[in-house]
């Protein structure tokens, strides 16, 4: 079964500081790995990630892949109360059978808490 | 252009209910995925459509089903309501292509069953 693990599960920093958040997972014909951000409903797109140790970066957010360890990272740099809000790592697959591959299996998230 | 839309925003039901969410996708986007998001469970994917056929179908039980109609739009329904429904169903669409950044996501229902 297609699992995505993320962590840690919630975190609480001061502004300025730098972040780190987990995702490993273990999906079945690997396609690609997403982050999203979550603040009150809608979860908003962050990065996809396909290849392996190719960073993708936007302003003080970066991410990069591992698909021989089967991880990614999300860094966040000089965090601002403004990014406190929950972090999602999801990844696709390909199918072998039918079907298609816009199904995201999530992670729980983690709870990014950034105090002024 | 104007994003997901899902109606109702919030909803309160009595268990054994019966319930059916609306999901309007971006325009021009032909599959449409729906979630639960529960603080226990995190994100589950329910089911995709695309072009009025469910592609994909996640480990809900048959009270959960949807459809999607012609013009893209779809609903999903979950009869005989238990307390364990309650809540945020998030749907999704999605243009060309696999999701990517135009796998946008609506503000959610909020469900609650009492």
């Known amino acids: 079964e297609d699992k995505v693990v993320q962590s840690p599960l919630s975190l609480v920093v001061h502004e300025g500081d730098t972040v780190t958040l987990n995702c490993s997972y273990e999906?079945?014909?690997?396609?690609?790995l997403l982050w999203y951000k979550q603040e009150k409903k809608a979860p908003t797109f962050l990065f996809m990630l396909?290849?392996?140790?190719i960073e993708k970066k936007s302003g003080r957010l970066s991410s990069i892949l591992d698909k021989k360890e089967l991880f990614s990272i999300l860094n966040i740099t000089a965090t601002q109360t403004g990014d406190s809000a929950v972090y999602l790592c999801?990844?696709?697959?390909?199918?072998?059978?039918?079907?298609?591959?816009?199904?995201?299996?999530f992670g729980k998230g983690t709870l990014l808490t950034v105090n002024p | 252009k104007a994003g997901v839309t899902q109606t109702p925003r919030y909803l309160i039901k009595t268990r054994g209910q019966q319930v059916t969410l609306s999901c309007s996708p971006i325009?021009?986007?032909?599959?449409v995925s729906w979630y639960q998001q529960t603080p226990g469970q995190g994100l589950q994917f329910l089911f995709e459509?695309?072009?009025?056929?469910?592609?994909n179908k996640g480990n809900f039980p048959g009270r959960f089903s949807g459809r999607q109609f012609s013009n893209s739009r779809s609903e999903m329904n979950v009869s005989t309501l238990e307390l364990g429904d309650s809540a945020l169903y998030l749907c999704a669409s999605s243009g060309q292509g696999p999701p990517n950044y135009g796998y946008t996501f609506g503000s959610g229902t909020r469900l609650t069953v009492v």
């Open positions: 325009s021009g986007h032909r599959s």
């Open positions: 999801a990844g696709t697959f390909t199918p072998t059978s039918g079907g298609s591959n816009y199904k995201l299996t």
């Open positions: 396909t290849s392996s140790g």
């Open positions: 459509y695309f072009s009025e056929t469910q592609r």
């Open positions: 999906v079945t014909n690997f396609r690609s």
